[in-house]
């Protein structure tokens, strides 16, 4: 079983939809949990980060964790072409074990 | 420009030759994190230093690969004898973090490796 286990897409949804994005880990004593956005050929830059159970909002970003189900979603409200990129889900230890990622296309 | 440096950007080489990259991090940044990642792939841990120390080195990581980081600033991660499983991309990373669990890291561009 992979550490984090994601989607690998890719996810297509029309402009100004709603993406939801999601991930599953495997240790139950994590605490600090990420979403990190890749552009093709960039490097992956943070976008969310939640450590409580619930929601956590962030402008058209949610991001959502249930510690009991082990699982982590994010939410992106109003999709637009320029969020199109692969999605990564990270916990965090001493390091940051990231899933493969999940890929987006926002088709205009 | 005071974000996490790396090179150089790109590195084509004949297998069995050695190569090495260079990591700046931001400058007050005490962990540094090396990271690989392949086409199709999230990034996968290598190792991190907190400050000069090289705290853990993933058991994925062979004999041919060795990273340094004198006096706690630049870091180099070598591959010698370099072989064809071992073209991806290289990514550097820091965290200002003191604690244990680290929080956000800042990555770098990376070092894309081709190995003919």
């Known amino acids: 079983q992979k550490e984090v286990e994601q989607n690998s897409g890719p996810l297509s949804v029309p402009e100004g939809a709603i993406a939801s994005l999601n991930c599953t880990y495997s240790?139950?004593?994590?605490?600090?949990f990420f979403w990190y956005r890749q552009y093709s050929g960039k490097s992956p830059e943070l976008i969310m980060s939640?450590?409580?159970?619930g929601d956590k909002e962030d402008g058209r970003f949610t991001a959502q964790l249930n510690k009991a189900s082990q699982y982590v979603s994010l939410l992106i409200r109003d999709s637009q072409p320029s969020d199109s990129a692969t999605y990564l889900c990270?916990?965090?230890?001493?390091?940051?074990?990231f899933g493969s990622g999940t890929r987006l296309l926002v088709r205009p | 420009d005071t974000g996490v440096s790396q090179d150089p950007r790109h590195k084509i080489t004949k297998r069995g030759q050695n190569v090495t990259f260079r990591c700046d991090p931001i400058s007050e940044h005490n962990r540094l994190y090396w990271y690989r990642q392949t086409l199709g792939q999230g990034p996968e841990f290598l190792t991190y230093f907190q400050n000069e120390a090289q705290l853990e080195k993933s058991r994925l990581l062979s004999d041919r690969f060795s990273a340094e980081r004198p006096k706690g600033s630049f870091s180099t991660l070598e591959i010698q004898r370099t072989e064809q499983g071992d073209s991806a991309m290289y990514l550097c990373?820091?965290?200002?973090?003191?604690?244990?669990?680290?929080?956000?890291?800042?990555f770098g561009e990376g070092s894309r490796l081709t190995v003919l």
């Open positions: 990373a820091s965290s200002p973090n003191r604690d244990r669990v680290v929080g956000e890291l800042f």
């Open positions: 240790d139950r004593g994590s605490q600090s």
């Open positions: 990270a916990y965090s230890s001493y390091k940051l074990i």
């Open positions: 939640i450590y409580s159970n």
